[in-house]
C-alpha cells in the first residue's frame, strides 16, 4: 500500500522519521543501510538513493531521494547529511561510472565509516569484505554491479517484495 511521505523537501521524501536513543543520539539497535545509484547529471537518468529500515523484517522504505540534475560533486554531502542522521546507516554505493567518484568522497573527504566495501578478486568476481585487502585484491568502496550481480540483486530484490519481506511505500 503506497503512502503520502511525512515530509518533503526538494527531492527528498521522508516516510518515517530515524529512531534515536532518548538522548537523540544514535540508536545502535536500530539499523538503517542506505542505497545509492549515481547518474552523470545530465537530465538523462537520476540520481538516487532509498533507505531502508532493516532492523526487524519485514524491512521498510523510510526515505528517498532522486535528482536528474544533481551534480555527482554535491551527491555525496546529502547522502552524508541522510545518512548520519539515520543511525550511521550503511551505504551501498554503485560504482560503476561516476559512483566511485561519490564513494571516494564520502570515504576520504568526508571519513563516513560505514560505506559497505567489497573485495575484488578478479576472475573470482567480488566479495563482501571489512575493507582489507589481501595480496593482488583490491578495495572498492561500493560494488560495481555486472550482469551477474543485477540479475542476483534483481532476484533477491522480487523475492524479498513477493514474500512481504520489504514494504515499499513510495509508488515510484
Not at 2 to 28: C, L, T, W
Not at 51 to 70: H, M, S
Not at 91 to 107: F, K, S, Y
Not at 108 to 119: D, G, I, P, R
Amino acid at each position: 500500500v503506497y503512502r503520502d511521505p511525512i515530509y518533503k523537501h526538494d527531492n527528498i521524501k521522508i516516510y518515517e522519521q530515524p529512531i534515536k536513543a532518548e538522548d537523540g543520539e544514535v540508536e545502535k539497535d536500530h539499523l538503517y543501510a542506505l542505497c545509492v545509484d549515481v547518474s552523470e547529471a545530465k537530465n538523462l537518468d537520476c540520481s538516487a538513493f532509498t533507505v531502508f529500515d532493516t532492523t526487524t523484517i519485514p524491512y521498510r522504505l523510510v526515505a528517498k531521494f532522486k535528482d536528474n540534475d544533481i551534480k555527482p560533486i554535491v551527491l555525496p554531502n546529502i547522502i552524508h547529511q541522510v545518512a548520519k542522521a539515520y543511525n550511521r546507516s550503511y551505504i551501498l554505493i554503485e560504482v560503476n561510472d561516476i559512483g566511485a567518484q561519490v564513494a571516494d568522497i564520502l570515504h576520504f573527504e568526508l571519513a563516513y565509516e560505514n560505506l559497505l566495501k567489497f573485495q575484488i578478486k578478479g576472475k573470482q568476481g567480488t566479495q563482501a569484505s571489512g575493507g582489507f585487502g589481501a595480496g593482488n585484491n583490491k578495495i572498492a568502496f561500493g560494488l560495481k554491479t555486472t550482469v551477474q550481480s543485477k540479475n542476483i540483486g534483481c532476484a533477491n530484490l522480487k523475492a524479498l517484495v513477493e514474500k512481504d519481506k520489504l514494504i515499499i511505500n513510495d509508488a515510484d
